[in-house]
């Protein structure tokens, strides 16, 4: 579809002298003194568009020799716990001075009240809005190769001449020995005959 869509806007550039509005634009294609289509030129631009729907305007799109996709599946839930965050992560942080200061601004309470007073949810809830786990797993490690090929090849194609070459020799030479056949037949007839 991409190359459809900058094949259209090519020609619609060549015959109409202006950049349809109507697909996405690449910016490569728009240059300084390209003009997008007014009232004026949309029905140029609405012809060209009809006629390389019909197949009237060529376009060299083809299907790409090599295509990566990724299906995504996502699924997320709240992270960290509350005893990982104040038994792994906050000691953590507060191990350099500056960052444990940055935690008695952001919550309001010191480092060693995170560690030696169970304090309440809303105290690590700060926490839990800037801290983000993000794990990518492949779906499946297969993959699925789909590889392109003519169903008649030269090979097949000189295979089937020489087998229809090798059946008109062998039925010409059958019918070569029928005519000698008849030939001599018909001599020995006449022969008979003649003797008679």
């Known amino acids: 579809m991409a190359c459809e869509q900058l094949c259209q806007i090519r020609l619609t550039q060549d015959i109409c002298g202006c950049i ?3 697909v996405s634009i690449d910016p490569s294609i728009a240059t ?14 609405v012809l060209v568009r009809q006629a390389q729907a019909k197949g009237d305007l ?9 295509e990566n996709e990724y299906t ?3 699924s997320s839930h709240s992270w960290p716990r509350e005893e990982y965050l104040i038994h792994e992560i906050i000691p953590l942080i507060c191990e350099d001075p500056e960052r444990a200061t940055k935690v008695e601004t952001i919550t309001g309470y010191t480092c060693t ?9 809303e105290s690590v809830k700060p926490f839990r809005d800037n801290f983000v786990k993000l794990d990518v797993y ?6 699925e190769h789909i590889e392109e ?13 020489g087998g229809a070459t090798g059946l008109f020799i062998g039925a010409s ?24």
Do not use: M
Not at 32 to 45: D, G, K, M, R, Y
Not at 58 to 66: A, G, T
């Open 20 to 22: 349809p509005t109507i």
């Open 32 to 45: 300084n003194n390209s003009t997008f289509c007014t009232l004026l030129n949309i029905p140029c631009a």
């Open 58 to 66: 060529y376009c060299p799109c083809f299907h790409p020799c090599l």
């Open 173 to 196: 030479v059958l019918s070569l020995v029928e005519v000698v056949q008849i030939l001599v037949e018909s001599i020995r007839f006449a022969v008979s005959r003649l003797r008679k």
């Open 138 to 143: 492949f779906e499946d490690l297969n993959y």
């Open 113 to 121: 009240d995170f560690l030696l007073f169970a304090l309440p949810e």
């Open 72 to 74: 995504k599946t996502i």
């Open 149 to 161: 090929v003519p169903s008649y090849d030269e090979y097949q194609f000189l295979s089937d001449i």
